[in-house]
Every structure is written in C-alpha cells, then in structure tokens.
C-alpha cells in the first residue's frame, strides 16, 4: 500500500480522496435511507381499529377507467367504508356510469361539480369537496385511472394507524408495458418511492403519491386544507404532507397487498407533462426536505463527475472502474431488494443508464417549468 501510495502524485491523491468521499457519501444514503424501506415491517391487523374509512377519488372524463377500476376499490374486503367520488366537470359518461354503479354498491355515492367557464380550478378543490362529504374520519385518497392490487388494500393502509398516526404513505406504482419508456418511468417511480418512504421512515417525511394516500379528516381541516397553497395546479398529495407530516404523526405501508397500480404514460410527450406538473411544487418544499433531496442528487453528480476527471486526465483507470463497481453493486443490492418489496421488476440491468440519464432530464423539466412561468 505505502509503495503504491509513493507511486501517487499529489494530485492524483487529492482526486482519489474526493471519490472516496463522494463514494462514502452514496454508500451511506442508500444503506440508511434506501434500505429502510426494504426493512419496514408490514402493519399488524387489529380488527378493533380497523376504523370505517372514507375513500376519495376524484375524476374528470374517467368514465372507461371508472368503469373498469372502480369496482376493485368498491370490493375491498374491509368492514366498513364508503367510497366518493367526485366528478370534477366531467363532459363524458361519467355521471350515467355512477349513477348505475350506485344501484348496484351500496357504499358508493358521488357529488358533482358543475363546469363554470368563469372559473377555473385544479384538483384540490374536488378532493376538498370530497373530503368535506366524507362520513368518517379516516380518509383514503386514491385516482380514477388507479387500482388495488389486492382486496386488503383498505385494512394494509388503516392498520398502519396507530395513536398519533394523522397521515399514511403508501406505494403507487406504475403497470409494467413493454418498451423503454415504461421502464423508464417505473424507475423513476421506484426511485421517487424509495426517497420519500425512507426519508419518512428516517424521521423527515415530505411527500406521499396521491394514487395511495391516507390521513384523517381532522388533519385535514386543522391546516385549512390546502389554503397555503391553492393557487398553484399541483401539490394536493406532495404539499400538503410537506406542511402537515412529521415524524411523530406519519407512517409508512409497504406491503405488497397495500400498493395500488396507475395506467402509464403511454408518449415520452404525455410523460414530460407530468413530470413538469410533478416538478413544479418542489420549490415550495421546507428548507430542509431540499436539503435532503440536494445531498443524494449533488452527491450522485458530483461522484460521476469526480470520477471522470480521475479517469480522463490522471488516467487512474483502476481506481475508478474499483470505486464504480463498488458503488454499482450496492445500488443493484438496495434496488433489488426495493424492487422485490414493492412488487416491481423488468428494469435493474437498465438502472445504470437511468441513474446517469434521469438526473439531466429532471433538470431540463425544471428548466421548461422555468420558461413556462416566465410566458405566463
């Protein structure tokens, strides 16, 4: 070791250092935040506080997928819940489906909001009517285009309550479809997932997906809902919990029976507007969620760039293929362990090329949401 280290510019030792320290920086964040989700424990059910649920779903022109995957929210084997959905300014067939729905589920009942071409409205303000027509406490928030994969979807996320708890974060995955872009965005869903659950698991949550999202009504209504906020389109799951969740009152879900399944971007171009819409509230996060969120990615990006510069100018070829490898092999461990939690597979051998690519268009998104400010 000494004769190799003699062997060493001082340089060259000062670059090695670096992506050392970068490498460390990596290896710790997926071991103590990654890794907490692999090793959080499924809720153990107690039929006693299995608490009667309300579960919100909010839909504009959603009449096919209503049709198709409402009734595996309305045939949860649960023993008490009611399920409401919101038609938000629909000009479909949604009302005529629901209104026959009804007749067949008991526990289904539906409110409408009525189009207005002087008034213009997100999505925050259906789930707020939704949430104020609830009976129960207990709210469970899922989307139109969203299904259980299981009929013990309702007692996986309320038996995750327990005193204190106002606020559950669940797994919303992503239906797996043939073709790059589908593993592209269920890499980039896994990722989102494995942040915002193990973060929450380590004491700091600030997010939740509103396709598997729960907390209690009283919660709700103790912050005015979404009033710090309501005048941006997007943030009724990921704002809300940054203001509202903290480490005493929120848990996690991760069992398999909990995750609900969403219908994917089927263009690269439907895509990109999600995730603009998806990245647009994050400059509204707390200080310190995006401090946070900023070490992984700095980290990530600085270890790459590190690792480049001792390859190209200081040709310590070695070195570098030791300190990728070594890295390589505990984020293919950390996300297949993820992946074996959440249900997900078809993807790990894509991860390298993801992990260099994602950062770069999250950026240019950022960039676009920018520019679309700027024009407004």
């Known amino acids: 070791m000494e004769q190799y280290l003699n062997s060493l510019s001082q340089v060259q030792l000062i670059v090695l250092s670096v992506l050392a320290f970068f490498l460390l920086v990596q290896v710790i964040y997926y071991l103590t935040v990654y890794l907490r989700v692999?090793?959080?424990?499924?809720?153990?059910?107690?039929?006693?506080?299995?608490?009667?649920v309300s579960v919100v779903v909010c839909a504009r022109n959603e009449c096919e997928n209503l049709k198709e995957f409402?009734?595996?929210?309305?045939?949860?084997?649960?023993?008490?819940?009611?399920?409401?959905?919101?038609?938000?300014?629909?000009?479909?067939?949604?009302?005529?489906l629901l209104a026959e729905m009804e007749q067949k589920y008991s526990n289904l009942r539906h409110t409408s909001i009525e189009v207005d071409r002087k008034f213009s409205h997100g999505k925050k303000l259906a789930v707020t009517i939704g949430i104020k027509s609830a009976r129960h406490e207990h709210i469970v928030l899922t989307d139109a285009d969203c299904y259980p994969v299981d009929n013990q979807w309702l007692t996986n996320v309320i038996s995750s309550y327990s005193d204190g708890t106002e606020i559950v974060l669940g797994y919303g995955g992503y239906e797996s479809r043939k073709g790059f872009l589908n593993k592209l965005i269920r890499f980039d869903t896994l990722s989102i997932a494995m942040q915002y659950l193990g973060?929450?698991?380590?004491?700091?949550?600030?997010m939740g997906v509103g396709r598997n999202l729960s907390y209690t009504k009283t919660s709700f209504f103790s912050k005015c809902g979404f009033q710090s906020h309501y005048n941006l389109m997007s943030g009724d799951d990921d704002l809300f919990v940054n203001e509202r969740a903290n480490k005493s009152n929120?848990?996690?879900?991760?069992?398999?029976?909990?995750?609900?399944?969403s219908l994917p971007c089927e263009t690269f171009?439907?895509?990109?507007?999600q995730k603009k819409r998806h990245l647009s509230t994050w400059t509204h996060y707390r200080l310190g969620t995006k401090i946070c969120l900023g070490y992984e990615l700095f980290s990530r990006l600085l270890f790459y760039a590190v690792l480049i510069v001792a390859v190209v100018p200081f040709g310590l070829y070695y070195e570098a293929l030791i300190a990728y490898g070594f890295r390589l092999l505990v984020q293919l461990i950390v996300y297949k362990l993820n992946m074996r939690k959440l249900n997900e597979c078809g993807f790990l051998f894509l991860i390298p090329i993801f992990d260099v690519v994602l950062p770069f268009l999250h950026f240019a998104f950022n960039i676009l949401n920018l520019r679309d400010y700027r024009c407004q």
């Open 38 to 52: 692999v090793c959080n424990k499924p809720p153990r059910v107690n039929l006693d506080k299995l608490y009667p």
């Open 70 to 96: 409402l009734p595996k929210v309305l045939s949860q084997s649960y023993p008490e819940f009611e399920v409401i959905v919101v038609n938000d300014c629909s000009e479909d067939d949604t009302v005529m």
């Open 199 to 206: 973060l929450a698991k380590a004491g700091h949550p600030y």
């Open 250 to 261: 929120t848990r996690v879900v991760t069992a398999k029976e909990s995750i609900t399944m």
């Open 269 to 273: 171009q439907q895509w990109v507007k």
